[in-house]
């Protein structure tokens, strides 16, 4: 008889929500907290792109214009990155900034079933259209991103996520996973509402 018992050692989450909710910055405290490898594919092709790699090539022109980079390009990123996570000590991973539509979604899942992990929950950010555009534009005056200076780019990005990584939701929601965090209020307080969300989360798996 053959059993299938999934590893549980692991805390694996997905922190979601817009463009300007707040991922990179919860991402650094979450992966202090729980010793969690970031896995931003953000990131990750930021990277590309200035040490003008083919990648960083391809995804430059879909970045600048706010659109999402192909499929399949950031899914053969990303199965490069976890195993490489996997190799070190870390408790689990975070996800930010991936998966960005349904597809992506199918494949990490695929992916992580192959490698016997599982995503524990879906943390999704919640903010309203003009704060997002107030804080990416404000971002921008620092950041040196070129996707963070221009209005009508902020909106093509907004689009992009209403339409094609929105409904991510309602589908970890159908596995019971999705958990929605108001992340308006400060830094510290979405941090701690994030903290008690992971903390629902793992207990009721
Ligand atoms: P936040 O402000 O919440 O940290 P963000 O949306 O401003 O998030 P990134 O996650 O860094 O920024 O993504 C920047 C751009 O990189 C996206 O607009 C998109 O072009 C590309 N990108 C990043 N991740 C993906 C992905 N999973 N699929 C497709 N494109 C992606
Ligand atoms: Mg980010």
Do not use: W
């Not at 659109?67 to 870390?90: H, Q, R, S, Y």
């Not at 900034?97 to 192959?114: H, K, N, S, V, Y």
């Amino acid at each position: 008889m053959q059993y299938n018992i999934k590893q549980k050692v692991m805390l694996n989450i997905i922190l979601f929500g817009p463009p300007g909710s707040g991922k990179g910055t919860q991402s650094e405290n979450l992966i202090e907290k729980y010793g969690l490898n970031h896995i931003s594919t953000g990131d990750i092709l930021r990277a590309e792109i200035k040490n003008e790699t083919e990648l960083g090539k391809e995804a430059k022109g879909y970045i600048d214009a706010g659109k999402l980079v192909p499929d399949e390009t950031v899914i053969n990123m990303l199965a490069k990155k976890v195993d490489e996570g996997l190799g070190n000590n870390a408790k689990g991973f975070i996800f930010d900034g991936f998966p960005r539509t349904i597809p992506q979604a199918e494949a990490l899942d695929d992916m992580m079933e192959t490698k016997n992990l599982e995503i524990d929950c879906l943390l999704a950010l919640e903010v309203g259209k003009e704060e997002l555009v107030k804080r990416i534009l404000n971002r921008g005056k620092t950041s040196g991103r070129s996707d963070d200076t221009d209005e009508g780019i902020i909106q093509q990005r907004v689009e992009e996520y209403e339409n094609k990584t929105a409904p991510i939701a309602d589908y970890y929601g159908k596995q019971g996973k999705l958990k929605t965090i108001k992340g308006e209020g400060s830094i510290e307080d979405t941090f701690d509402l994030l903290c008690d969300a992971i903390k629902q989360g793992v207990s009721s798996n």
